[in-house]
Structure formats: structure tokens, C-alpha cells
């Protein structure tokens, strides 16, 4: 079973969220919904704010139970460069939580503009294929 949680603040990555979940066939949920039930693939998703990933997400990530979540695969959206992916993968290796190499940031994201280009929405579908067969 796969889940999808996300932490966005002015809709970027919950659109980012939805069109994956779109893809996997899997709702996509904020992080206000606690995975209770256990999951193979956490896709795990957010966006960056003054060069950091958002307290919020970081506690979620913390409080993640290890028996519950086989793997996550990081994602998010942001404006420039930067990602979650370090700030996040540290939270998780803390609590042995695997982090899968493969990842899905979209760039250039700029706030509540939403603006996923075409090529950015191949890069969704590919992603989300790759997933599968791993
Ligand atoms: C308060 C604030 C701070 C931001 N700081 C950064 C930043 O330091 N680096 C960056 O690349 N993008 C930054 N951005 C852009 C966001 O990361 C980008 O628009 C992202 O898609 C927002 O995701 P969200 O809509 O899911 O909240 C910032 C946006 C906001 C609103």
C-alpha cells in the first residue's frame, strides 16, 4: 500500500500532491492525516520557505513510526533551487526510516502561482512509473 502526505502553505505542492496522486492512484493527503495504517511507499512532499522545510513537516517526519512506513520517497516544489530533500532525509535516518534515492522537485514554483509546466507534468508521470518498478 502506498500513501501520499503533504505540507503546503500556498498550494504548489498539493497540486504537485494531487496530480501524483492522480498518477499512483492514491489519495493525497496534508500532513494533518497521521498514517495509522501500514504503508510500503510513503510519498512524502513539501515546500521550501526561507531556505528550510517547514517545522510542521519536519515533525511529522520525526514522528513517523518506523513499523508503519517501509520507505519514503521525498518530493516537493520551490521557488529557486533549494529542496527538503537534506533536512528531511536527516529526520529520517534518524528514525531508520529508508529514503529512496529517487525524488520528484519541481523548481521555479513561485507562490500560489501553481505554475507546473507540461514538461514538468512528464516529469510526474515518469516518476511515477519509475516508483512502481522499484
Ligand atoms: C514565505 C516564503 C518563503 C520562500 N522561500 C523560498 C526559498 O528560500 N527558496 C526557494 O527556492 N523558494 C522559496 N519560496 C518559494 C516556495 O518554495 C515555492 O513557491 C513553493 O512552490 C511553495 O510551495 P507551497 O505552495 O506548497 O507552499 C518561498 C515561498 C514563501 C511563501
Known amino acids: 500500500m502506498d500513501a501520499i502526505r ?3 502553505r500556498t498550494g504548489n505542492t498539493e497540486k504537485l ?3 501524483l ?3 499512483l492512484h492514491v489519495p493525497a493527503k496534508s500532513i494533518d492525516s ?3 495504517k501500514p504503508v510500503d511507499r510513503l510519498f512524502l512532499g513539501g515546500g521550501v520557505y526561507n531556505m528550510s522545510a517547514d517545522k510542521h513537516l519536519k515533525a511529522f517526519a520525526a514522528n513517523l513510526d518506523p513499523e508503519k512506513v517501509k520507505e519514503v520517497f521525498l518530493f516537493g516544489t520551490s521557488g529557486s533551487v533549494f ?3 537534506k533536512q528531511l532525509t536527516k529526520v529520517l535516518k ?3 526510516i529508508p529514503v529512496a534515492d529517487d525524488h520528484l522537485f ?3 514554483v513561485m507562490p500560489k502561482m501553481g505554475n507546473i509546466n507540461g ?5 510526474i508521470e515518469a516518476f511515477a512509473k519509475e516508483t512502481v518498478t522499484q
Open 6 to 8: 503533504f505540507y503546503s
Open 17 to 19: 500532491a494531487n496530480l
Open 21 to 23: 496522486g492522480e498518477q
Open 34 to 36: 497521521p498514517i495509522d
Open 83 to 85: 529542496t527538503i530533500e
Open 94 to 96: 534518524k528514525k531508520k
Open 106 to 108: 519541481l523548481h521555479g
Open 119 to 123: 514538461h514538468q507534468k512528464k516529469e
